[in-house]
């Protein structure tokens, strides 16, 4: 088991370009997670998906932010017009999903985003 | 919202000791919490989770919860220079929302 994979590792991109961040989860979850990480504000949730449908995006920025699970096996979390405050470690996290009860969330290395 | 606070915000302590992290929570109704461990570079993995009042045990690890203060803590007997990393306490909210909402961590070094 690979674990929850995340690509790329680190991205640097340039004020005003777009960022594609990738992430496979687990085989056999079926709830993905996309959080943030800085220094500043620590780790924040963004969105989520069950069955590839997306359930809560209460965390995403409005504007330029998008997120899709177009399969089982991969999610993308898309940023327009990026900015400096944009940059940050983005993490996905991958779950079993049954009922009402809680599992663990796995979580992928990251991708470091860097805008310049 | 939900809001998750922890204390120290770092910690020195020497090989062998006892780590006890401390974690206040804000809505009673919090299904679940959880303490996730991470370390440079790397994701964040969960060591214990806890649901119900009172305490659960696994190996060196030992969480209490207490729901009538809103207060979690953990603590690690026997800590080792591996320990060393940042802990971050983590409330799953109620029923069908899965999302979980961190405090800012507690950075633990082990010195050996």
Redesign the interface.
Known sequence: NAG?IQTPRHKVTGKGQEATLWCEPISGHS?V?W?RQTIVQ????LT?F?NQAP??D??MPKERFSAQMPNQSHSTLKIQSTQPQDSAVY?C?S?F?WG?A?Y???????TRLTVL | QEKVQQSPESLIVPEGAMVSLNCSFSDSASQSIWWYQQHPGKGPKALISIFSNGNKKEGRLTVYLNRASLHVSLHIKDSQPSDSAVYLCAVMNTEGADRLTFGKGTQLIIQP
């Open positions: 929850v709830a997670f959080y620590g780790l924040e949730f989520y069950r359930i809560d209460s965390g993490l996290a779950s999903h009402a809680s663990e969330q796995y979580f992928g290395p990251g």
